[in-house]
T-cell receptor, first 113, second 113 residues
Framework: EAGVVQSPRYKIIEKKQPVAFWCNPI?????LYWYLQNLGQGPELLIR????????DSQLPKDRFSAERLKGVDSTLKIQPAELGDSAVYLC???????????FGPGTRLTVL | GDSVTQMEGPVTLSEEAFLTINCTYT??????LFWYVQYPGEGLQLLLK?????DKGSNKGFEATYRKETTSFHLEKGSVQVSDSAVYFC????????????FGTGTKLQVIP
């Protein structure tokens, strides 16, 4: 079974530019998460989807960040415009309904210059 | 709110040494407890978990016991290998609330030959 797929793995952009990350969860997993991981820290939740509905986006900086999961499968996280402080690893995870374990993708390492 | 506290790293051990990484938590009821491992350049992988008091999770020679009386879930391994070098995260989900995961800040382990 394929795991959580993320792309790109690495992205380098200049500040004020837009950037987008893509995630394809494990087949059949209806819950999808986007996390932000700063260097030396644990993941911090940005947004959680149940199918196509964003049910917890309280930690998402909505002035510059947006996300979508239009068909309840893959998802895109966007930053526009990017700031220097956005440099981090963006992790996607998925979970099957009724289970307690999240499965993580390899992440996208973003560097904003 | 829920929280997870891990011992600070980095932890440096010689190959075949005994490993303990301390983890304590604050949560109501009986949360599920997890250890995730993150190898360099990769996403988090579930290492082991325990869902009720006195349960012992184990995998790849690692063990952790759910201690309700001390609110702890310490990770142990009897003989570490160089390949165990990674960052280890303790985490919890609230009882009946698998949606949200609270992570510790991570403990970096370096095993030297």
């Amino acid at each position: 079974e394929a795991g959580v797929v993320q792309s790109p793995r690495y992205k380098i952009i200049e500040k004020k530019q837009p950037v987008a990350f893509w995630c394809n969860p494990i087949s059949g997993h209806n819950t999808l998460y986007w996390y932000l991981q700063n260097l030396g820290q644990g993941p911090e939740l940005l947004i959680r989807y149940e199918n196509e509905e964003a049910v917890d986006d309280s930690q998402l900086p909505k002035d510059r960040f947006s996300a979508e999961r239009l068909k309840g499968v893959d998802s895109t996280l966007k930053i526009q415009p990017a700031e220097l402080g956005d440099s981090a690893v963006y992790l996607c995870a998925s979970r099957s309904q009724g289970t307690d374990t999240q499965y993580f993708g390899p992440g996208t390492r973003l560097t904003v210059l | 709110g829920d929280s997870v506290t891990q011992m600070e790293g980095p932890v440096t051990l010689s190959e075949e040494a005994f490993l303990t990484i301390n983890c304590t938590y604050t949560a109501t009821g009986y949360p599920s407890l997890f250890w995730y491992v993150q190898y360099p350049g990769e996403g988090l992988q579930l290492l082991l978990k325990a869902t009720k008091a006195d349960d012992k999770g184990s995998n790849k020679g690692f063990e952790a016991t759910y201690r309700k009386e001390t609110t702890s879930f310490h990770l142990e391994k009897g003989s570490v290998q160089v390949s165990d070098s990674a960052v280890y995260f303790c985490a919890l989900t609230p009882s009946g609330g698998y949606q949200k995961v609270t992570f510790g800040t991570g403990t970096k382990l370096q095993v030297i030959p």
